[in-house]
């Protein structure tokens, strides 16, 4: 018996790999030579191509196509109806298969509901990407983007807070994370364990 569960609706082919306890909702389609980590959740109508890699933890809302050549780290999440290409000019008459292009999401990114992540970029650990947004180039990590073109408007924090900056410095107003903003980067502050 399978340890992950897939709805009466939806189609795992043969060759996909699905981790221990992910949740494959209605009218999806996974298909072989994906691969799908563990604690997963794929709301109603997710296509998951071939040669795909998802991580552990991740949430991909309704609607979501992850085509050829996009990679999801651990913990990230897709907001409904959120678009991923693969290739930059495609036209219906000219094979481009040998042209998929990699995008990466790395660890603990959110992009927003009906935002558009054009092929080739990579969007950096918990980056937030806003509803609506076209990514057309890469983004650092923690960073704030939004609009046509998406463009960087602030940092946020690993647990999804706005941060709000005092001369380069942020406290988390949530978690008590602390960041230093520096030469157009955002630096979580370490605190070393205090000794007993």
Request: proline share 5%.
């Amino acid at each position: 018996m399978a340890d992950y569960f897939v709805h009466e609706s939806a189609y795992v082919d043969e060759g996909a790999v699905i981790g221990k306890g992910t949740k494959i909702w209605h009218f999806c389609h996974i298909m072989p030579g994906a691969v799908i980590g563990e604690g997963c959740t794929l709301g109603q109508n997710v296509v998951v191509m071939p040669g795909t890699r998802i991580g552990n933890n991740v949430k991909i809302q309704n609607n979501v196509s992850i085509y050829e050549g996009v990679i999801l780290e651990d913990d990230v999440f897709c907001g409904p109806s959120c678009v991923f290409t693969n290739v930059l000019n495609p036209r219906a008459h000219v094979s481009r298969r040998g042209e998929f292009m990699k995008t990466l999401v790395k660890k603990g990114a959110t992009i927003g509901a009906n935002a558009t992540i054009v092929c080739g970029v990579t969007l950096g650990e918990y980056s937030f990407i806003g509803a609506g947004a076209v990514v057309t180039s890469d983004v650092p990590p923690y960073a704030l983007m939004v609009g046509v073109p998406a463009r960087r408007v602030g940092w946020m924090c690993r647990c999804g807070e706005r941060l709000l900056f005092d001369q380069g410095f942020a406290r988390c107003k949530r978690c008590g994370s602390e960041y230093q903003e520096r030469e157009g980067q955002l630096i979580p502050v370490d605190h070393p364990a205090s000794g007993g």
